[in-house]
Each structure stands twice: as structure tokens, then as C-alpha cells.
């Protein structure tokens, strides 16, 4: 999914339900904790996130702990403003974070919002990514107040489209030429959650 630098103007703290702009919240389930970047995670999301494979269908990511290290602050930084909430993704039994899930605002109020995420490669499969969604998912639709959920996958990324399907996001279109890697222009693939739907998605599956 597109991991983005966001443009819009920062969302009405008055707006929004749940006001992470002072902090991110904990969520956890015991076995998968989502939680606010920190320095100490840089060096694993080097290792975990500038994996070729992982990097295929987003933005680069850095290439080096110095980098991450600014991304860590800059995610922060943009928290406050109340324009993005970027969670880590840890295992049970970690203490860091081996993928990432963001949250930007498209309306001011967070009704309509886009996600992005990332996960090492040597975690995809195995059910940590919807874990983490579950969590992530629950919080902005019932805390925060997110009635559509986005996403962009590019037309070709099979694992990223797998995942939204098993998460219950219905197919809107498609988004012709939004892809540039180089030369390579492609079609990105819009995927939407409405908060009905999720708790339906919810209902079926409480664990």
C-alpha cells in the first residue's frame, strides 16, 4: 500500500473524536501491539522495510538507520499538526517494530481517511499484518470517527490486494496512471472500508 507524505490542510482537533495529536494509544490484543514509532525502531525498519520485495509498490523507503531515524520524528511531527497517525507493528516477544500502518485524514473531521502500511517480508503470511489491522481498524471507527476507509494498491501487487480482500474492502476503481516507479507508469486500484461494513466484517470474526 502507498506509504504518502501528506498535503492537506491539518484536520480540526475540535473535530476529531478521538485527539491522538498529543500521542498515540496502545493497542494491543496480547499477541500484536500497535504503537507510536520510536528511535530505538529504526535500525529493525531498515532491516525489515528496505527489502526490495517490500518496497516494490510504495514510496522508497530509507535506506539506513540515519534515515528512518528522521522519518521517525517526522511521523511525530506531522501526529501533532493531527494530519497522520503511524503505528509499528510488534510481534509478540518484540520490542520493535517490523512494519508500519498509517493513518492520514481526507476530510478535516477524519470522516473519509487513507491508510497506508508496510510489513518485513519475513512476516507476511502468517496473520501479524490483519492482526494489526483488526486493532488499528477498530480504534478509527469506533474512536476516532472514520466512516470510509481508502486504500491504493497498485494493480499488479497481489499481496496488498489479498490482504484488503480478507479485511473486507469492496473494490471502487481504478485510478488510471497514479503509479510512477521511473519509467513504469501503472494503474493504482481504489479499495474502501465504510464503518458499516467493518462492523459486519467484525460480527463474523470477534476474535
Known amino acids: 500500500m502507498a506509504l504518502r507524505k501528506l498535503i492537506a490542510d491539518p484536520a480540526d482537533p475540535a473535530l476529531v473524536r478521538a485527539d491522538w ?20 525502531d529504526a535500525a529493525s525498519l531498515v532491516t525489515h522495510l528496505s527489502d526490495p520485495h517490500v518496497c516494490r509498490f ?4 530509507p535506506s539506513t538507520t540515519t534515515g528512518f531515524a528522521r522519518f521517525i520524528r517526522w511521523t511525530h511531527a506531522e501526529r501533532r499538526r493531527g494530519k497522520l497517525a503511524c503505528f509499528g507493528i510488534i510481534p509478540a516477544g518484540a520490542t520493535r517494530a517490523v512494519g508500519v500502518i498509517q493513518v492520514w485524514p481526507i476530510e478535516r ?3 473519509t481517511a487513507e491508510w497506508g502500511f508496510a510489513l518485513g517480508r519475513s512476516y ?5 499484518f490483519i492482526g494489526g489491522a483488526r486493532l488499528a481498524l477498530d480504534a478509527l471507527f469506533s474512536q476516532v470517527g472514520v466512516y470510509r476507509l481508502e486504500a491504493r494498491a ?8 489479498r490482504a484488503l480482500e480478507k479485511l473486507g474492502a469492496k473494490r471502487d476503481g481504478v485510478l488510471r496512471g497514479a503509479f510512477h516507479d521511473g519509467a513504469i507508469v501503472r494503474d493504482h486500484v481504489m479499495w474502501s472500508i465504510l464503518a458499516p461494513e467493518w462492523q459486519l466484517w467484525r460480527a463474523r470474526r470477534p476474535s
Do not use: Y
Request: aromatic letters at 4%; charged letters at 25%; glycine letters at 16%.
Open 154 to 161: 497498485v494493480d499488479i501487487n497481489r499481496q496488498g490486494t
Open 124 to 128: 507476511w503470511g502468517c496473520g501479524l
Open 21 to 40: 495529536r498529543g500521542g498515540l494509544p496502545e493497542l494491543t490484543d496480547g499477541s500484536i501491539t500497535l504503537r507510536e514509532l520510536r528511535a530505538h
Open 109 to 111: 473531521d477524519f470522516s
Open 58 to 61: 510504495i514510496e522508497p523507503c
